[in-house]
């Protein structure tokens, strides 16, 4: 997950480990 990341920012990991 490198360029999917960056689209989201700094919000994006936290959705991202909600999701798990």
């Not at 490198?2 to 999701?19: K, L, Q, V």
């Amino acid at each position: 997950m490198g360029e999917s990341e960056r689209e989201y920012g700094s919000w994006g990991r936290r959705w991202i480990t909600d999701r798990g």
